[in-house]
C-alpha cells in the first residue's frame, strides 16, 4: 500500500522524524524560514498531513489547495496562524500541543519578571560594555522587590494560573482578569482575585499577558491602556507580539510612561539588533522562547507527531482545535 504523504515546514527531533518515515512518505522543508508561501502551496496539494510552527500563515488560500489534507498539525500552542474556522469548514483537523509547555513558559514568564524587575540583563550588558566603575552605591542599579508586588494576570489558563504559583510562593499579590471569573475554589487555592480589565490595568504593578492572540486582543496593549498603568508598571508579554501596540509601547517606555517590560514575543519575528526596543534600557528582550527547553521542546513533538497520525486516521487529534 501506498504511504501517505506528510510535509514538514521545518524539521523535528530525530526521534519524531523516526516516527514519522515509519508510517509515512515524509518530506521535510530546508532552507529559508518561514518556508515561502508559494513552496508551501505547491506541496500542500499532495499531502495527507502538514506539520507547521507558529510563522507559517495556514491562510484560506492555503486551504483551498490541500484537497488531500486531513490535518494540519501545529508545534505550539499558538493557533492564530492557522485559519482553523476555514480548516474545520473544509473538514481539516487542526491539531496544537498545549499542557506540556505550560509550566516551561510559566517559568518564561517569571524570570522574565525577576529580570526587568532586578535589571538582571541591563547589568549584563554594563558589564559587557566595560561601564561597571565603582562598585555598590545606595543608588547603583537598585531594582524593585517582588514581594508584595500587584501581579496583574490578564488571562487566568494553564499558563496564567501556573505563572499565579509561582507568584505566590514570591508573596506577590496576585488579581486577574479573564472573560469569566474561575471558581471560588480554584481562586482560594491559586491565591487570586478576579477584577475588572480597567482595575487589573490599574492596581498591577506587573502585567503578564497570557491571552490568546484574536482579532478582540489584537493591540489590546495600546497608548491608552499603558496612560492607565502605573507609571512604576511593568509589563510582561510571552503569549502573542500582536496583542501590544508595539510603537505605542516603545513610546511609553522612552517617556515614561511605564517603568519597564519583559518580552518574548513581538509584532514580527524575528526583531533585528536595529529595533527601537533594542535601544531601551528598561526592556528585557527574548527570542521567542517560551516553550523552548530541551523537555519541553521533545514532548511537543511527540504531541505534534500524535496529533498528526490521529488526524490521518480520520480522529480528533489529543489536542485539537474545533473537532
Ligand atoms: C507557542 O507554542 O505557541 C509558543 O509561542 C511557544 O513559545
Known amino acids: 500500500m501506498m504511504k501517505k504523504r506528510v510535509f514538514l515546514t521545518r524539521t ?28 508551501l502551496r505547491s506541496k500542500i496539494g499532495n ?3 502538514l506539520i507547521c510552527f507558529p510563522y507559517d500563515k495556514i491562510d484560506r488560500d492555503l486551504i483551498d489547495n490541500a484537497k488531500n ?16 474556522k476555514y480548516a474545520k469548514k473544509k473538514k481539516i483537523r487542526v491539531g496544537y500541543t498545549p499542557e506540556v509547555l505550560t509550566d516551561a513558559t510559566a517559568d518564561l514568564a517569571f524570570s522574565l519578571m525577576l529580570d526587568v524587575l532586578r535589571r538582571v540583563s541591563e547589568g549584563d550588558r554594563i558589564i559587557r560594555n566595560g ?7 545606595a543608588y547603583d542599579y537598585v531594582g524593585t522587590d517582588l514581594q508584595g508586588m500587584t501581579l496583574g494576570i490578564f488571562g487566568l489558563g494553564r499558563i496564567g494560573s501556573a505563572l499565579a504559583k509561582r507568584a505566590k510562593s514570591f508573596n506577590m499579590k ?23 480589565f480597567l482595575k487589573l490595568i490599574r492596581s498591577s504593578d506587573i502585567i503578564s499577558i497570557h491571552v490568546p492572540h484574536t482579532k478582540e486582543t489584537n ?15 511593568f509589563l510582561i508579554n510571552t503569549a502573542r507580539g500582536k496583542i501590544v501596540n508595539e510603537k505605542d509601547l516603545i513610546k511609553a517606555l522612552n517617556k515614561k510612561i511605564i517603568a519597564g517590560a519583559a518580552l518574548d ?17 528598561n526592556v528585557v528582550l527574548a527570542p521567542h522562547i517560551g516553550s523552548s527547553t530541551k523537555e519541553t521542546r521533545a514532548k511537543m513533538a511527540e504531541i505534534t507527531v500524535k496529533n498528526l497520525n ?14
Open 174 to 196: 496576585i488579581i486577574y482578569h479573564n472573560r469569566k471569573p474561575i471558581s471560588k475554589n480554584k481562586e482560594n487555592s491559586l491565591g487570586v482575585k478576579y477584577v475588572t
Open 69 to 84: 489534507l486531513k490535518i494540519i498539525s501545529t508545534y505550539s500552542v499558538g493557533f492564530d496562524h492557522i485559519d482553523t
Open 47 to 49: 499531502i495527507e498531513g
Open 265 to 281: 514575543v513581538y509584532e514580527s519575528e524575528p526583531i533585528s539588533k536595529k529595533h527601537p526596543l533594542t535601544k531601551i534600557q
Open 131 to 137: 561601564k561597571w566603575i565603582q562598585i555598590y552605591g
Open 219 to 233: 493591540h489590546m496593549f495600546n497608548m491608552k491602556i499603558f496612560k492607565k498603568m502605573k507609571k512604576s508598571g
Open 12 to 39: 523535528l527531533h530525530d526521534f519524531a522524524l523516526k516516527e514519522l518515515k515509519k508510517r509515512y512518505e515524509i518530506e521535510i522543508h530546508s532552507g529559508k524560514i518561514p518556508i515561502p508561501k508559494s513552496k
Open 310 to 323: 490521529l488526524g490521518i486516521e480520520g480522529k480528533s487529534p489529543i489536542y485539537s482545535v474545533g473537532y
